[in-house]
C-alpha cells in the first residue's frame, strides 16, 4: 500500500532556515534534524489517520515545525526583495513549496485530531477503558471538547430533547461514542517485536512475530500499544 505522501528525499530541498547556498558542516547537520522532524511529523500524521483511538499528542513536533516555518518564513521575506534569477531564486521558491508543504500536514494533523474530539470527546473526559483525557489531548484539546460536548448538549435539549420524555432525556444527551478499537488496520512493523497476541478465531488467541519491515492487516486492539510507542506504523 502506497504511502499518503512521497517520503522526503535528496530531490525535496530540507526546511532549514538558512538560505545562503554557502554552508558549512553545522548547518548540514542542523538540516537533517530538521527533515528528521518533518518524517516524524507526517508519520504522526497518518498513524493519527488511520488509528480509530485519538492518539497521545506531538506538541513538541508540531512546535518545532512551527517554530522553523516562522524562521524560514522570515528569511525568504529579507531575500525574496534581492530578485533575480539564480540558484538564489530558486532555493527560495523552493524553500516556500517546502514549507507550504509542511504547513499542509500540520494543518491535516490537527484537522485529524480535532475531529476525533468531537466524536470521542465526551468518552475521553469521561477516563473510560484507561483512555483519560490527561494522556490523550492537550489541554487546550480538552477544554475544546468540554466545550463542544455542552454546546451539543444544548443544541439537543433546544431542538429535540425538550420533546422527550424527562425520564429519558438525562440519558440521552450523555451517550459517549466510544472508539472501535477491533477495527482493522493496516500497518508496517518499525522495529521486530515477538509474543504479539491476536485473535485466531473462534474466540481463540495466536502469539506470532512481526519481522521488522513486514506489513501486516489487523485488529487494531492488538497493535494499539506498538503504534504509540513507534515500533510499528499505520499505512
Same mark, same amino acid.
Given at each position: 500500500?502506497?504511502?499518503?505522501?512521497?517520503?522526503?528525499?535528496?530531490?525535496?530541498?530540507?526546511?532549514?532556515?538558512?538560505?545562503?547556498?554557502?554552508?558549512?558542516?553545522?548547518?548540514?547537520?542542523?538540516?537533517? %534534524?530538521?527533515? /528528521?522532524?518533518?518524517?516524524?511529523?507526517?508519520?504522526?500524521?497518518? =498513524? /493519527?489517520?488511520?488509528?480509530?483511538?485519538?492518539?497521545?499528542?506531538?506538541?513538541?513536533?508540531?512546535?518545532?515545525?512551527?517554530?522553523?516555518?516562522?524562521?524560514?518564513?522570515?528569511? #525568504?521575506?529579507?531575500?525574496?526583495?534581492?530578485?533575480?534569477?539564480? =540558484?538564489?531564486?530558486?532555493?527560495?521558491?523552493?524553500?516556500?513549496?517546502?514549507?507550504?508543504?509542511?504547513?499542509?500536514? #500540520?494543518?491535516?494533523?490537527?484537522?485529524?485530531?480535532?475531529?476525533?474530539? &468531537?466524536? $470521542?470527546?465526551? $468518552?475521553?473526559?469521561?477516563?473510560?477503558?484507561?483512555?483519560?483525557?490527561?494522556?490523550?489531548? %492537550?489541554? +487546550? &484539546?480538552?477544554?475544546?471538547?468540554? +466545550?463542544?460536548?455542552?454546546?451539543?448538549?444544548? $443544541?439537543?435539549?433546544? #431542538?429535540?430533547? @425538550?420533546?422527550?420524555?424527562?425520564?429519558?432525556?438525562?440519558?440521552?444527551?450523555?451517550?459517549?461514542?466510544?472508539?472501535?478499537?477491533?477495527?482493522?488496520?493496516?500497518? @508496517?512493523?518499525?522495529?521486530?517485536?515477538?509474543?504479539? /497476541?491476536? +485473535?485466531?478465531?473462534?474466540? +481463540?488467541?495466536?502469539?506470532?512475530?512481526?519481522?521488522?519491515?513486514?506489513?501486516?492487516?489487523?485488529?487494531?486492539?492488538?497493535?494499539?500499544?506498538?503504534? /504509540?510507542?513507534?515500533?510499528?506504523?499505520?499505512?
Amino acid at each position: 500500500m502506497a504511502d499518503a505522501f512521497p517520503a522526503l528525499d535528496d530531490s525535496r530541498p530540507d526546511l532549514d532556515p538558512d538560505l545562503d547556498p554557502d554552508e558549512d558542516d553545522d548547518e548540514e547537520e542542523e538540516q537533517m %534534524t530538521a527533515a /528528521e522532524v518533518a518524517a516524524r511529523l507526517e508519520r504522526a500524521w497518518t =498513524d /493519527e489517520r488511520f488509528a480509530p483511538t485519538l492518539l497521545p499528542p506531538r506538541p513538541e513536533i508540531v512546535d518545532c515545525i512551527l517554530d522553523q516555518l516562522a524562521a524560514v518564513d522570515e528569511n #525568504v521575506r529579507q531575500r525574496a526583495p534581492r530578485g533575480g534569477g539564480g =540558484d538564489g531564486g530558486l532555493r527560495v521558491v523552493a524553500h516556500r513549496a517546502e514549507a507550504d508543504r509542511l504547513r499542509f500536514v #500540520v494543518a491535516a494533523y490537527l484537522r485529524e485530531r480535532l475531529a476525533k474530539v &468531537e466524536l $470521542h470527546g465526551r $468518552h475521553l473526559l469521561a477516563g473510560d477503558d484507561d483512555d483519560d483525557a490527561a494522556r490523550r489531548m %492537550t489541554d +487546550e &484539546e480538552a477544554t475544546y471538547a468540554r +466545550e463542544f460536548a455542552d454546546g451539543v448538549d444544548a $443544541h439537543a435539549r433546544q #431542538v429535540a430533547l @425538550r420533546h422527550v420524555p424527562p425520564n429519558l432525556q438525562a440519558a440521552e444527551a450523555r451517550q459517549a461514542a466510544a472508539p472501535n478499537k477491533r477495527a482493522y488496520v493496516f500497518l @508496517r512493523v518499525n522495529e521486530r517485536v515477538d509474543g504479539v /497476541e491476536v +485473535e485466531a478465531g473462534g474466540g +481463540e488467541t495466536e502469539v506470532v512475530t512481526l519481522e521488522r519491515g513486514s506489513q501486516h492487516v489487523m485488529q487494531y486492539a492488538a497493535i494499539a500499544d506498538l503504534v /504509540e510507542s513507534g515500533v510499528v506504523s499505520l499505512i
